[in-house]
């Protein structure tokens, strides 16, 4: 892991950890004034519906944050780049922003109050903490802009197909995550409505949109591999299933600027007239044409460099090398 994965890392996790600290600074000051147990569930209406202990509440706190943080943390970890990060890392501040404030407000309203029963959270703390969660979106976006991204791409002349200069029997592969913004963003969503549903509702509430949420950020990343295998996609981090093209069945590699809805018509495992593609989101795509003819695509980043690695590596194997 280099420097800049660990400072990407670092700001990653920040706004997670600065929320549970103002959480537990609030605690620290209304202690004496919390009732126990505490109101800790509300409903639509602002009215407590659900008691917790104090303890109980603060292990939430806890669990919340570091949670959500340790998710957009794997998110962060599994990049292949800085600039494809820089919305995802502005969604995390803008959740911590959002969580953080709705734990706090939950601990003023029950501040004073004796009779849990008695305690309400009017629904405009959702809007606030909304509002806290924007401000929270702009300064993590601010913290990005000095992180630099970019990485340099394979030259290639004109009508000829892209390829590595590889040394006699030097091995080389490729590896990227190949993220969906779409997936990615329902999954945060759901994962950001299923919280405030435990909080407002209790865990029952929150059954099918936190399941769903981190089901939607699991398929958000799919992994794509170029190696003396030929080209493998997987599209979730579990090894099965794959799609793989290899090297035998390839006659040239290139790369592509697709847009889905035009292309596609639609995102997902994608058939068409002519080919195929796992297609999770418009941009610069690896473009397989096979030898029958038909062509396999997939959308990722870096995809010059994966197809004149693949021509390369596919020319040694027709070679017999």
């Not at 040239?252 to 809805?261: E, V």
Request: proline fraction near 6%; charge should be positive; aromatic fraction near 6%.
């Amino acid at each position: 892991m280099n420097r800049v994965r660990y400072r990407l890392m670092a700001v990653t996790a920040l706004p997670f950890l600065l929320a549970l600290a103002a959480d537990l600074t609030a605690y620290a000051f209304l202690r004496d004034r919390l009732p126990e147990p505490m109101a800790s569930h509300f409903t639509g209406r602002g009215h407590s519906d659900d008691t917790a202990s104090r303890a109980s509440f603060l292990g939430l706190a806890a669990a919340l944050h570091l949670g959500l943080g340790a998710v957009w943390g794997l998110v962060v970890l599994t990049a292949t780049n800085v600039r494809g990060t820089r919305w995802m890392i502005a969604a995390g501040y803008a959740t911590a922003g959002f969580v953080g404030y709705l734990m706090v407000a939950v601990l003023l309203a029950n501040a004073g109050v004796s009779d849990p029963d008695r305690v309400r959270m009017p629904l405009w703390h959702i809007a606030v903490g909304a509002g806290v969660g924007a401000l929270g979106a702009g300064i993590g976006r601010l913290l990005m802009v000095a992180l630099p991204a970019s990485d340099p791409e394979p030259s290639q002349g004109p009508g000829e197909s892209p390829r590595l200069d590889l040394a006699e029997g030097e091995a080389a592969g490729w590896m990227r995550r190949a993220p969906s913004r779409v997936l990615s963003v329902v999954g945060v969503a759901l994962l950001v409505f299923g919280v405030v549903l435990m909080l407002t509702a209790g865990p029952v509430g929150a059954v099918g949109a936190l399941p769903a949420g981190l089901l939607c950020l699991a398929f958000s990343r799919p992994y794509v591999t170029v190696d003396r295998h030929g080209l493998t996609a997987r599209p979730t981090v579990l090894p099965w299933p794959r799609i793989r093209v290899p090297l035998s069945d390839i006659d040239r590699a290139d790369s592509r600027h697709i847009d889905i809805p035009t292309e596609y018509g639609g995102w997902g495992y994608r058939f068409r007239p002519g080919g195929s593609g796992l297609m999770l989101r418009s941009g610069e795509a690896i473009v397989v044409r096979r030898l029958s003819g038909r062509e396999f695509a997939v959308t990722v980043d870096d995809s010059a460099k994966a197809a004149a690695l693949l021509n390369t590596l596919a020319h040694r194997a027709k070679a017999g090398r």
